[in-house]
């Protein structure tokens, strides 16, 4: 069966307190050739049958209506990534 991954990030202006705790202990932990970090979200839709433009323009309006909040996030990929 296809999956469809949404990937979900924090708009540029929001603060993103997870990313800033990974930004400063990646050094700690031997880390040193990033200059920043942003957290993002993941989700993995399963379909049964094809992954059609019509499921994928699903999976997009889905993801804009619910899986993100659309005041703070931008949906910033949806795919098709081969089988579940």
Known sequence: MPRIVVEVMPKPEILDPQGKAIASALPHLGFDAFAGVRQ???????????????????????????????????????????DA
Request: hydrophobic share 40%.
């Open 40 to 82: 993002g979200r993941r989700f993995e839709l399963t379909v049964e049958g094809d992954a059609t433009d019509e499921v994928l323009a699903q999976a997009r309006r889905a993801a804009e209506e619910m899986l993100s909040n659309p005041v703070i996030e931008d949906v910033v990929d949806v795919r098709v990534e081969g």
